[in-house]
């Protein structure tokens, strides 16, 4: 069975940084590429970006590339998420999301199983 | 970045009718291979999005067959026949076509 077990709730204070992790089983963790999804408060569902945990080739979303570095462990099945430079803007859940492919592994994937996510908070 | 335009923004169905949700986007979401790369998932309360369907009408495994996914270039659409109690949550559209990837805002289905 497909699982994605993420870390616990994370308080960061402005301007330090938090990491999260999503530590996969029941498949080969370097077969599927790990997405990862914010979802601020209330609100609906960003994608961040990916990570190729064979080669550890990473894709982001422009917005993102300052704020969020991916980052896998293949000895341990572990994906990750380091948040830098925390604002209130990054109070949110976030969510991994491994990726699938209809037709090669080149096609553009879709998430077929999620971790339960992650909430983090900024404050002081 | 692509915009998904998803109408209605909630919808208020009774128990065994059918529901219809849109999503329309800004670009064609067919991808230099042919195929097209638009997907639709299912947050339930509380809970993890979960997939439902993949690349325009493809039912995610034990997905039921009351979920039908259709559409082309770029309108889309999302049909759920005889909804059921479990059927509540907020449904999203999501491409993949494009870099960056994005989902529309979101359909908020609500039980009569």
């Known amino acids: 069975e497909v699982q994605l077990q993420q870390s616990g709730p994370e308080v960061g204070r402005p301007g330090s940084s938090v990491k999260i992790s999503c530590k996969a089983s029941?498949?080969?963790?370097?077969?599927?590429?790990m997405n990862w999804v914010k979802q601020s408060p209330g609100q609906g569902l960003e994608w961040i970006g990916w990570?190729?945990?064979?080669?550890?080739?990473?894709d982001y979303a422009e917005k993102f590339k300052k704020k969020a570095t991916l980052t896998a462990d293949t000895s341990s099945s572990t994906a990750y998420i380091q948040l830098s430079s925390l604002t209130s803007e990054d109070t949110a859940t976030y969510f991994c999301?491994?990726?699938?492919?209809?037709?090669?592994?080149?096609?553009?994937?879709?998430?077929?199983?999620w971790g339960q996510g992650v909430m983090v908070t900024v404050s002081s | 970045d692509v915009v998904l335009t998803q109408t209605p923004v909630s919808l208020s169905v009774t128990l065994g009718d059918q529901a219809s949700i849109s999503c329309r986007s800004s670009q064609s979401l067919e991808y230099s291979d042919g195929y097209t790369y638009l997907e639709w998932y299912l947050q339930k309360p509380g809970q993890s999005p979960q997939l439902l369907i993949y690349g325009v009408s493809n039912r995610f495994s034990g997905v039921p067959d009351r979920f039908i996914g259709s559409g082309s270039g770029t309108d889309f659409t999302l049909k759920i026949s005889r909804v059921e109690p479990e059927d509540l949550g907020v449904y999203y559209c999501?491409?993949?076509?494009?870099?960056?990837?994005?989902f529309g805002s979101g359909t908020k289905l609500e039980i009569k």
């Open positions: 999301a491994r990726g699938d492919t209809m037709y090669t592994t080149d096609s553009p994937p879709y998430f077929d199983y």
């Open positions: 990570i190729d945990p064979e080669y550890g080739s990473t």
């Open positions: 029941g498949y080969t963790f370097t077969d599927y590429v």
């Open positions: 999501f491409q993949a076509t494009h870099d960056p990837f994005t």
